[in-house]
């Protein structure tokens, strides 16, 4: 947010701000397919055996 003009933060506001903003590693899970097991990303179909949640999606 800008936050130009009325109310305006301070320049050492907005880099205090940014200075706590990190990259965070990628969050990595056991797939729960009990046939694949393959490490894959949370949140994101497994790109070993192709499913999300049960389901064949790729
Ligand atoms: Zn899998």
Do not use: D, I
Not at 20 to 41: F, I, V
């Amino acid at each position: 947010m800008a936050a130009s003009g009325f109310r305006r933060k301070s320049r050492a506001n907005t880099r205090s701000r940014r200075s706590q903003w990190k990259a965070r590693p990628a969050a990595l899970t056991r797939c729960p397919n009990p046939a694949c097991g393959e490490r894959t990303y949370a949140h994101r179909a497994c790109t070993a055996c192709g499913q999300y949640r049960g389901r064949q999606v790729l």
